[in-house]
């Protein structure tokens, strides 16, 4: 078979389970997409437009597997603006304009746009739209529509609103209000109940099936007025013919005024990066591992934009709740998209008199109940246990979005942030003078093939875009090793994205280490927390790294003491030859076995003294041999003389094992008793298994292999070549 | 070809704390090296003067080291690139300057200004000492450039003067070589498939040049090549940084406008963070 006819015909066989995860979907999307647009003040319908055109556009031309598009959460406070300020009519135009900048982006490659932003300031303006969202949307859910100018009042005044609620007495409001209340708690109740047949229909879509059906019982079977108030019922939803008959007039008169390009360029901002981070987010849900072509995304939605907004639809953006879903219900490709559009327009084709039977509040609960996720307790606390700057980062962005708007939000984190790592880092200098430079290298190490990372300088939101392009530009199945032991300083954005790669790379099989962050500081023990390097090593350190936490799990699972302090007490090094000129400042994250015998450390020594000291830090493994062997030192050909550099040593030749005298570089001062213990086992032992240096010094033996700290992984396959070794020589 | 690309050693002196041990570094590399040493002093002559430098001195010219020293007064950079002119010195040695509280190493003005205007090969030296440090591992680049071949020729010709062991050829392959950009699986599995390619391309290209070089120059050292993929001059240096190299030899750069000062490129990275040794090979 062709691989085209194959191509398809694992398309066609995956058809039946990607349609049915697009109507789970659309399910979900027709209550959002018409709450998301009467939240904006825009026609209910116009969010179902952004969700069909969205649907239908991106998945055709878009770059990604398993996202959904419609019209966004984030999205809703901007365009209110921009409705609110320009007119429904000029909004259209804005958020054509915005279509255009978005699919400019997509062709200049921006998609590392989002990069740029300080994770807790995306946090903080995150959690600022879901308290507008949530603020405002809360007296509608209890029937008590109120218009303030500043956003901050619609929150204070919660508690008059629900005072008010309890206190109605028309029935008209009362119903309006417990239709909302009710809705609420199908919402949060939901996800705690776990049952297959409920669980069939998303929670929005009970709501809607519920009032429907309420509706309907007044009509059909009480035989009276539906008793919840008009006034808080959906009205303006058009049948299919009109939608397509009646396009909006766009009106672009007010293009040349700053109110319509700060919408324009609030609305290309806030749709890139919520895009950008739901793409991010949905490629680590894809149960085929693949990765989502971002700029070519960015395209897309910026042409679904466009064709939305000339239809009379909202910005199309890229969500994550609904395509979670989409992930949840088995969907494979793209075309999930499609039918989650295909059946959107089903829905309004045979039922759009039916959804004006909803009630608003109903609806606003699903959106109350999406703010409150966005603001949700459990991300704030989240972010203050990271650390008190980040929590101050957080705090600053949202006020300043509550209080002014979103770019001045997010502009005053990106600022808040900066300043705070001078002031920690007590230097701007740092910053100024390495920011513009390429601190970061990658090779792949030519005797494993792990790519091997070292970062230099400081690493922080700023310059992190070049850590990702490499990084991009690994397979996700590789090994790769982050070195942070040169770069003075890491933020808690770095640390945070690095631990997404972590978490992507191991889903694909590959390994992802971060290695010489031991040394740093941080004021807290989450593991995301900044970290800036102490200019003197060895003071007690708050909060393990990553590292030190898998060493103490694998010290777990192979039943070792781990130790994570400083030792000063290496004097049983001293006795080898490696140490003869090098000075051993400190040995730490020690793993031992219980009986002492075996033992891996890393170990930070020192060649030379005052000005010509280099400090080196590396991995080794030392044990205790219950016989006295010959003393002797093995290494790779040709890597001995670089480490000891004399002539007077002679490679100890080993009778018939000509593979072994080539590869390896043996040394001894009694030869004859070394060639003695050199039997064919243990020859054998070391041709078939990678390099170590090994070294004996009668009673013990010490092995390692490189001049930098080992990853996790490499201390393992460390601990089982000594193992292994051990038995070969006590035998 | 019989591979002698220095004949003789210049250094500038002041009555500096580092005095002893630059002159020392410049005496004993010049012992090893076989050349001449030419001492220049941007200064007045005296009789004190002289003498304090002799006594320094005093064990290499005992082993019959050719020293000549020259006092000239004026502006220091044009002293000592009008000095290094007349004299004929091949290779110039500068000394770096340490970033306080830092184990940072960059380049002065006055040393900048003379790397930039000099026609002879520059040894940045970043911590002079008195005792000799031995040097075990050398970092030169392969870049694709005419001059390469020499720089390797010079890089294995020191090698064997100080009995280092061990060479790393560096391959800097700038992102603009790789046309692929990384979007998504297809495109990375082809600018994989594309790296592969160059990477094997590259180490032919060294692997011939090495063939050129005589056999006796090649075979007592260990020859590693490594390819990466970074920015020119600035990567070999941080690869120097963590392959803890002794001493790093490069090119000279390339003629540089305003333009290449301004967006500092190649060889001016090198300058403002030293690695370790820097050997420029003109």
């Not at chain 1, 990069?115 to 303006?125: L, V």
């Not at chain 1, 199908?186 to 069939?200: C, E």
């Not at chain 2, 200064?43 to 005093?58: P, V, Y």
Request: aromatic residues 10%.
């Amino acid at each position: 078979m062709s691989p085209k006819r194959n191509k398809l015909n694992v398309f066609l066989k995956a058809l039946p389970k990607n349609i049915f995860a697009g109507f789970v979907v659309s399910l979900i999307a027709l209550p959002l997409g018409l709450g998301l647009a009467m939240a904006s003040e825009a026609p209910p319908i116009s969010g179902v437009i952004a969700a069909v055109i969205g649907g239908i556009i991106v998945s055709i031309f878009g770059g990604s597997n398993v996202t959904i598009t419609g019209p966004g959460n984030g999205l809703v406070d901007v365009l209110l603006v921009a409705v609110t300020t320009l007119g429904l009519e000029s909004a259209y135009a804005a958020i054509i304009c915005s279509g255009i900048f978005l699919a400019v982006l997509g062709f200049l490659r921006l998609g590392k746009l989002a990069d740029f932003f300080p994770s807790s300031a995306i946090q903080g303006m995150l959690a600022a739209i879901g308290l507008i969202i949530l603020g405002k949307q809360f007296h509608i859910m209890l029937a008590h529509k109120i218009k303030r100018a500043d956003t901050i009042d619609y929150l204070i005044e919660i508690p008059y609103t629900i005072n008010d609620a309890i206190h109605y007495d028309k029935t008209g409001l009362i119903y309006a209000a417990a239709a909302g209340v009710l809705s609420l708690i199908i919402m949060v109740l939901y996800p705690k109940i776990r049952n297959k047949y409920l669980q069939l229909i998303p929670a929005p879509m009970w709501i809607v099936i519920f009032s429907i059906g309420f509706s309907y019982y007044f009509e059909f079977i009480a035989h009276q007025a539906n008793p919840i108030s008009s006034v808080y019922m959906i009205s303006g939803i058009p049948e299919f013919k009109a939608i397509i008959a009646q396009l909006p007039t766009v009106n672009f008169s007010k293009a040349g005024t700053f109110p319509f390009w700060s919408s324009v360029l609030a609305l290309t901002l806030i749709a890139s990066i919520e895009s950008l981070l739901s793409i991010k987010a949905v490629d680590k849900l894809d149960p085929e591992k693949r990765r989502s072509n971002v700029n070519l995304d960015l395209k897309a939605l910026g042409l679904a934009t466009i064709g939305s907004g000339f239809l009379g639809g909202l910005n199309v953006v890229t969500v994550i709740a609904r395509s979670s879903v989409n992930v949840n219900n088995n969907a494979t490709n793209r075309s999930s998209n499609f039918f989650h559009a295909t059946f959107l327009v089903i829905f309004i084709v045979l039922f759009s008199t039916q959804l004006t039977r909803i009630p608003l509040p109903a609806l606003m609960a699903i959106l109350v109940y999406t703010g409150y996720k966005l603001a949700s307790p459990s991300t704030i606390k989240r972010i203050f246990s990271i650390g008190k700057e980040q929590a101050i980062i957080f705090l600053v962005t949202l006020i300043i979005t509550l209080k002014i708007g979103l770019i001045s939000g997010i502009l005053s984190g990106v600022i808040v942030t900066f300043l705070i790592h001078i002031i920690i880092n007590k230097s701007a200098s740092l910053f100024f003078r390495n920011v513009l430079k390429p601190n970061v290298l990658m090779y792949q190490e030519q005797d494993n093939g792990n790519y091997y990372v070292s970062i230099k300088h400081f690493c922080s939101f700023l310059n992190f875009y070049r850590l990702k392009e490499k990084l991009d530009a690994v397979p996700e199945n590789r090994d790769v090793i982050i070195d942070f032991s040169l770069c003075e300083f890491v933020d808690h954005t770095v640390m945070e994205n690095l631990n997404n790669y972590r978490d992507l790379f191991i889903k694909r099989d590959g390994n992802f280490d971060v290695i010489g962050l031991d040394l740093h500081n941080s004021d807290s023990k989450h593991p995301f927390a900044l970290r800036r390097l102490l200019p003197v090593p060895g003071i007690i350190k708050s909060g393990r790294t990553k590292r030190q936490k898998t060493l103490e799990e694998i010290a777990k699972n192979f039943n070792l003491i781990y130790e994570s302090k400083n030792e000063k007490n290496t004097h049983f090094l001293n006795k080898f030859y490696f140490f003869r000129i090098k000075v051993v400042n400190h040995i730490y994250n020690k793993l031992t076995a219980k009986n002492g015998s075996i033992s891996i450390f890393d170990i930070e020594f020192s060649e030379g003294e005052l000005i010509a000291k280099e400090t080196i830090k590396t991995t080794m493994l030392f044990m205790t041999l219950e016989k006295t062997i010959p003393k002797f030192t093995l290494d790779r050909e040709g890597f001995l003389e670089k480490l000891y550099g004399f002539a007077s040593h002679k490679d100890i030749p080993i009778k018939e094992h000509s593979d072994f005298n080539k590869r390896f570089y043996l040394l001894g001062d009694n030869a004859t008793a070394v060639k003695s213990l050199f039997n064919t086992e243990i020859t054998h032992f070391f041709e078939s298994n990678p390099y170590y240096h090994v070294e004996s010094n009668g009673e013990c033996l010490l092995v390692f292999n490189k001049e930098r700290l080992a990853s996790t992984k490499e201390v393992k396959a460390l601990l089982d070549y000594g193992k292994r070794l051990k038995e070969v020589i006590s035998k | 070809m019989p591979l002698k690309p220095f004949k003789t050693i210049g250094i500038g002196v002041t009555f500096s704390p580092n005095l002893k041990a630059n002159i020392y570094e410049a005496a004993r590399l010049s012992q090893m090296l076989n050349t001449r040493l030419v001492l220049v002093h941007v200064g007045d002559k005296s009789l004190e003067k002289e003498s304090k430098f002799k006594a320094i001195l005093k064990p290499f010219l005992e082993n019959n080291l050719e020293v000549e020293i020259v006092f000239k007064s004026g502006d220091p950079v044009n002293v000592i690139l009008s000095t290094a002119e007349n004299k004929r010195i091949d290779l110039l040695i500068l000394g770096a300057l340490q970033r306080e509280n830092f184990l940072k190493y960059y380049v002065g003005s006055i040393a900048r200004q003379i790397t930039r205007k000099a026609k002879c090969s520059i040894l940045l030296l970043i911590k002079p000492s008195i005792e000799r440090i031995p040097c075990q591992h050398i970092v030169v680049n392969g870049l694709k450039d005419p001059k390469t071949k020499e720089t390797i020729a010079a890089a294995f010709y020191v090698a064997n003067a100080l009995d280092v062991n061990k060479i790393t050829i560096v391959e800097e392959v700038s992102k603009n070589e790789l046309d692929v950009k990384v979007e998504d699986d297809k495109s990375l599995r082809m600018a994989n498939i594309v790296k592969e390619r160059i990477k094997l391309r590259e180490n032919a290209r060294v692997k011939a040049i090495i063939e050129d070089i005589p056999e006796t120059y090649t075979k007592d050292v260990k020859i590693k090549s490594q390819p990466i993929f970074g920015k020119k001059g600035y990567s070999i240096g941080h690869y120097a940084q963590i392959a803890r190299a002794d001493l790093l030899i490069m090119n000279s750069p390339s003629k540089m406008n305003f333009w290449d000062r301004l967006f500092p490129h190649d060889i001016e990275h090198i300058l403002t963070e030293l690695p370790t040794d820097v050997l420029i090979i003109q």
